[in-house]
């Protein structure tokens, strides 16, 4: 799995003009890309690993102040630029295996005391965020292996 966690202040997913998921405090906003070799343990890997994640506000992470946390599905991340002006598609999992998968994550940061706000899968979705700081993170998990 890949994922871009920004620290925001507010955040929130809209759909046909209808908020779908917010953050109307200071939170994380995840965006999640599913491979074609991830799987749930791959999500609860990478859900402990946002709920621990210190970058909030003096070094503390969501699990220490409760932050809620705005999940939206972004398979865009498995995109593929190495050759010509079009990005390739082929690394990101298909739609009926990555949107378990994404809520797996969403459910694994709930199991772990997490607020969690969701995004809309396989939506045309408008994302509005004010990020802080910035801090934005990148992970992969397939870095781990």
Request: charged share 25%.
């Amino acid at each position: 799995m890949r994922a871009v966690i920004t620290r925001v202040s507010s955040a929130s997913v809209s759909v046909d003009g209808e908020v779908v998921g917010e953050l109307p405090r200071p939170g994380l906003l995840v965006l999640a890309g599913v491979g074609r070799d991830d799987d749930a343990a791959a999500a609860k890997t990478l859900a402990a690993k946002i709920w621990g994640l210190r970058i909030l506000r003096d070094e503390l992470s969501a699990s220490d102040v409760d932050a809620p946390i705005l999940v939206v599905s972004q398979f865009t991340l498995f995109a593929s630029t190495r050759k010509g002006r079009r990005p390739g598609w082929s690394k990101a999992a298909p739609g009926p295996v990555s949107e378990p998968i994404v809520e797996a994550l969403a459910s694994e940061l709930e199991a772990l005391g997490a607020t969690v706000e969701r995004g809309r899968f396989g939506a045309d979705m408008q994302v509005a965020s004010v990020n802080d700081g910035p801090i934005t993170i990148l992970i992969d998990t397939a870095a781990w292996e």
